[in-house]
């Protein structure tokens, strides 16, 4: 039976001639440099946050004025293409969120006003809620989804290297290391995100944009190789409950379907870990004899105060529960270190489900993104033997990277140890996947943890903070009752 089902667990399902796995941000912003300087009729960006001071091929500092910088070559492009439509529709962040960032990207419509590029701050959410869909589309003809944004505190490389004076920032300061996931995609599915930022653009300033026209020419960047040739790409999304609006909480169904689905290993990358209604889900396959494996790479500590207050303690909660299901020894969890052992941030928002269904995109395991923030996800559900080989290739190059192995060495380990947690089991020589050992909570901190501060779960949960936690593990018992009820009839 199908996981990805239209109407359903996705929005739509469309075809793509190429889809490619982009593993951090290296890949990303090289990719879309790529396929920028290629667009002919239209660059639309979807983002989180975004700075125009962010360097696509950091080498280190050369000054205030780097060519590389983005916001220098949109406009460039946009004056030197009159043809060329040049949109950019952000998030109107909080201004605590703003004012972590130097106020970008509010600071972005100075640098972009008198010029070409259309810039568009969005507020266009409920009260508390953002927009953290990730989206770029060029021409219609390719469009890049995923985790991450466009700002100057992302770029990485798969090595995360201790020291690397590429991940320089505009005060000549680095940043830490940092993950990252995105999916490119062509064809009808690229066409399909096109229709998404147009819907999105409609909301936020009232204007119809249609497609733009076909003006021919193939964006996708030469020096990336796909990985699934011919298939389909399903869209999955979250948008809150807003004016006239209802919700959409694809994400969250597809994730609970994907967890209901797997037969041999869950693969699990995200920033955050929060949501009751997974952990159950993943609880009771772990509760199964013969259920899959569950392995989460997450990252250490939140990098906020404020997120380790509430996402990392409640997180802690969460693996707590994780561990008592796992009467089988199927469940590990970790935090990926550097060669000298500094944490590194994982910000993706990835999982594998066997070697079957692939999805990337910019939904955390929280509750926040199965039903109040706006999310997009790309995923693929494969039945035939060779697009079967990619996806498990995909996985095994995401766990290798951590430990500085290759895929290819993972999959071998996988079929000697009996598994990815066998594999990276033995792998692991050098200790750079951590364990994660919850610490114990105080009451104070048990209260926060219960309660999901600052993680509702849909719009009618985030004034009932007081309510969250019965209304929360209400639905988490109804879960596990209906995944027992699937698990009899297997």
């Given at each position: ?95 605590p969120i703003a004012a972590s960032q130097e106020f970008f990207p509010h600071k972005a419509r100075k640098w972009f006003k008198d010029t070409p590029v259309k810039f568009v701050l969005d507020d266009q959410v409920p009260f508390g809620a953002c927009h953290h869909q990730k989206v770029l589309v060029i021409d219609d003809r390719v469009a890049i989804s995923g985790g991450g944004d466009i700002c100057v505190d ?337």
């Open positions: 039976m199908k996981v990805l089902v239209p109407g359903e667990t996705c929005w739509r399902t469309a075809r793509a001639d190429r889809a490619a796995f982009l593993i951090d941000n290296e890949a990303y912003f090289s990719a879309a440099f790529d396929a920028i300087q290629k667009a002919r009729r239209s660059i639309l960006l979807l983002g989180w946050g975004f700075d125009p001071r962010t360097r696509l091929f950091p080498d280190g500092y050369d000054g205030p004025d780097d060519p590389d910088e983005v916001g220098r070559i949109l406009v460039e492009l946009a004056s030197a293409r009159p043809e060329l439509d040049v949109r950019l529709l952000i998030w109107k962040s909080a201004l992302r770029w990485d490389t798969p090595g995360h290297l201790d020291d690397d004076e590429r991940r320089i920032m505009p005060k000549q300061e680095c940043h830490a290391p940092r993950h990252e996931v995105m999916m490119m995609v062509d064809g009808a599915a690229a066409k399909a995100l096109g229709d998404l930022f147009r819907d999105r653009w409609a909301l936020a300033t009232r204007e119809t944009l249609a497609p733009p026209p076909d003006a021919g020419g193939d964006p996708w960047p030469e020096h990336v190789p796909a990985a699934l040739i011919d298939t389909d790409i399903s869209i999955a999304r979250t948008v809150p409950r807003w004016r006239k609006q209802p919700t959409v909480e694809e994400v969250r169904k597809l994730t609970l379907a994907s967890i209901a689905d797997a037969k041999d290993i869950i693969y699990l990358e995200n920033q955050y870990f929060t949501s009751p209604l997974y952990a159950e889900a993943l609880a009771a396959r772990l509760n199964e004899p013969d259920g899959p494996e569950v392995v989460l790479i997450t990252t250490g500590h939140a990098p906020s105060w404020f997120d380790r207050a509430t996402m990392d303690r409640a997180r802690g909660a969460m693996i707590w529960r994780l561990k008592a299901a796992d009467i089988f020894g199927r469940f590990r969890v970790y935090y990926p270190t550097t060669p000298n052992g500094s944490d590194v941030i994982v910000h993706s928002k990835t999982s594998v489900f066997d070697d079957r269904i692939a999805r990337v995109g910019s939904a955390n395991l929280n509750n926040r993104s199965g039903g109040f923030d706006t999310e997009v996800e790309l995923a693929v559900e494969c039945e035939d033997e060779a697009s079967r080989m990619s996806i498990a290739a995909f996985r095994d190059r995401l766990v290798g990277h951590f430990i500085g192995y290759t895929g290819d060495a993972i999959a071998k380990a996988r079929a000697d140890h009996g598994g990815l947690a066998g594999a990276i089991d033995a792998l692991n020589r050098d200790g750079r996947l951590v364990p994660i050992v919850p610490e114990k909570l105080g009451k104070f901190a048990e209260w926060l943890a219960a309660c999901h501060l600052g993680d509702p779960s849909d719009v009618s949960d985030s004034w009932r903070v007081g309510r969250r936690r019965e209304r929360l593990y209400a639905q988490a018992r109804r879960l596990v009752n209906s995944l027992r009820s699937r698990a009899a009839g297997r």
